[in-house]
């Protein structure tokens, strides 16, 4: 039992208070031992207060990455947009110079709506994540591969998958990474 009380000094002090009974020459007696464990009830309470705490943070980046990916969608369209229509609009008027810097344009537009999905499907990891079940990661890894298989041709990338294990996973989170 936990026993909550005073010292004589004032000071609060947390006790576990443990009781045995034993016989000793036919007689029955009960044996109490205390033990301070203060500094660990403060340890306990500590880090009760740092996981809210963490969990109160991981909950605001996850409402940030959330709202962040979507304010960046709009200007990003945008951007791609006019690219495209620049390059769709001055299509062979342009010198090999320009016309290199739209297409690094239009690939970076590319590039950062990517991180921005990713951005938002991260910020929903936890609030889609299903229970735990076995899954076979070269299936997954296979699926990856077909979804990814224009970006894999087009950038010349060699993928070299050895064999992989069956985890416990969400299958769609683990996809996602």
């Not at 990455?65 to 342009?94: C, K």
């Not at 537009?109 to 609030?127: G, T, Y």
Request: charged share 25%.
């Amino acid at each position: 039992h936990e026993l909550h009380t005073v010292t004589t000094f004032g000071a609060e002090v947390c006790l576990q208070c443990k009781l045995t009974t034993f016989e000793s020459r036919g007689e029955l007696h009960l044996l109490v031992a205390l033990e301070d464990i203060s500094d660990k009830k403060s340890a306990e309470e500590a880090m009760i207060r740092a996981l809210d705490d963490l969990e109160r943070s991981n909950r605001e980046l996850e409402m940030f990455a959330y709202v962040a990916s979507h304010d960046l969608q709009e200007p990003l369209r945008m951007v791609a947009s006019f690219t495209q229509l620049l390059a769709d609009r001055y299509a062979g008027q342009l010198d090999q110079r320009a016309q290199e810097y739209i297409d690094h344009a239009v690939e970076g537009a590319v590039r950062m709506r990517r991180l921005i999905n990713s951005l938002l499907a991260l910020s929903r990891v936890d609030s889609q994540g299903k229970a735990p079940e076995p899954v076979a990661c070269d299936k997954i890894l296979a699926q990856v591969l077909r979804h990814i298989e224009g970006i894999v041709l087009d950038s010349g990338a060699e993928i070299i998958a050895h064999e992989l294990p069956v985890v416990m996973a969400d299958p769609t989170q683990l996809r996602q990474v």
